[in-house]
Structures are given as structure tokens and as C-alpha cells.
């Protein structure tokens, strides 16, 4: 479990600011995008180095994985004018978009060059994809697959390649077949 010295609210908001006027020129930018960016990131860096960049705790939802305090922290920066969010139609759908109104405080963002890479790496790997497509990826990942919808991703997943055939994995594998099994005849 994260402790509370580990995650550096005032630090998460840089990392959302910077993250947002990264994807400023992508078309297909919105929260929903923003959101998988900062999954994808922490969750290689946890991989990669053994601990996440931002500390968060992730839920699950239908539509992926999401940090449990973006959504505040997004209404914070709005309220400071940092930022606004914007909401543009795209191909038929509605996309909000965070619009950083400022760059963000390097001071305070603090980013290692391998911290700043994942980020980086994160947003290439998603340029140009819908938010559909990005939830697509997301779900792919067994981390995101072991856990039911609104609990805690654990960091210790990140690591998780293959299944591993515990008794809750069976009982999700049995849930999933269950939902999409063919009607009876």
C-alpha cells in the first residue's frame, strides 16, 4: 500500500500540466487519453525501475484504468486558472481536452531523465489514437485484467506477464467466459 509521503499532490498537478501540453497538438488529446498516459507511464517506470513516477493509486473502471485523484487535482488546476477544460466534438463524439493555460513548474515536476522518458514514451505510444483506442490498450495489461471494477490496481502487477492461475484469476476467466458465452440454442 502507498503511503502518503510517497504521493506529492502539488507534484502530481505539474505532471498533469506537462503531460497535457505535451498532447496539445495531438487532435485526439482528451481526458480519457490523458488518463491511460499516466497508467502506461507509471506503470512502466514500476517495471522498469521498481516504483511509479506519480505514486497514485489506480481503479479500475469499464474503460480502463484511471487515477483516483485526477479528476480533483483537474478541478484544482481549473479553479487556480492553470488550466480549462475544454469540450470539442470529434468524429461524433464529445472529447474533453485539459488545456494547460501555463508550462508546468519544473521546480516542483522534479522529473528524473527516466521519469520524463516513460512520460514521453507514453504519449508517442498513444499519438494519434482515439480515447477508445487507448482504453483498447489499457485493458490488455494483466494488471488491469486480475482486478474487479473500482478496486485498487496494485503497483505489483506492473510486473505480471503471463496469468498466473490463482483461484481469483480462474474465478475472473470464469466471469469473462460467462459474459461473452454464446446464447443457448
Partial sequence: MLTAVEYDERRFAEIVLYVAKRIEDDPRGGAIKLNKILYFADFAHQRAFGRPITWLEYQRLPMGPAPRRLKPVRELLVAQGDAVLRSEM???????????????????????????RMLDDAIKMLW??????????????????????????????????????TPRFRERLASIEQQYAPPPD
Avoid at 501555463?102 to 531523465?113: A, E, F, G, K, V
Avoid at 494519434?128 to 471494477?149: C, F, K, N, V, Y
Fill in 128 to 165: 494519434g489514437r482515439t480515447g477508445w483506442e487507448a482504453s483498447e490498450l489499457s485493458h490488455r495489461p494483466m494488471a488491469w485484467q486480475l482486478i474487479s471494477d473500482f478496486e485498487t490496481i496494485p503497483y505489483e502487477y506492473a510486473n505480471i506477464i503471463k496469468p498466473v492461475l
Fill in 90 to 116: 470529434l468524429s461524433g463524439y464529445e472529447q474533453k481536452r485539459l488545456v494547460a493555460l501555463r508550462d508546468p513548474d519544473h521546480t516542483i515536476l522534479n522529473l528524473s531523465d527516466d521519469e520524463r
